[in-house]
């Protein structure tokens, strides 16, 4: 029976593909595609601390504007993140029941 080693642990992965490769390739993307949906993200953070701290300053500005689209944002990551995780799985040649 073959063995699948994490990537970390097999032969021939470098740091670079650790780094820039590993993530992407585990969440179905190129690193462009994964580049983007990662800076689309961090630019609306940006755009959602601003309303924050407008938000903060005058109380009924932005009353909900945050908490909406966070609440969004955490259901396309979330997504994102249970594709990745399950792919880490299949490479590992685990099955994983979610206990």
């Not at 300053?57 to 979330?78: E, F």
């Amino acid at each position: 029976m073959t063995q699948i080693l994490p990537d970390r642990d097999r032969p021939g992965s470098t740091p670079f593909d650790r780094l820039f490769r590993d993530h992407p390739r585990e969440v179905g993307e190129s690193y462009l595609e994964h580049f983007a949906a990662s800076a689309g993200f961090g630019f609306r953070l940006l755009g959602l601390a601003g309303a924050a701290f407008a938000h903060a300053l005058v109380p009924g500005v932005h009353k909900a504007t945050v908490s909406t689209a966070i609440r969004g944002m955490a259901r396309d990551m979330g997504g994102r993140a249970e594709e990745a995780r399950e792919t880490r799985m299949r490479d590992a040649g685990v099955w994983d029941v979610g206990l």
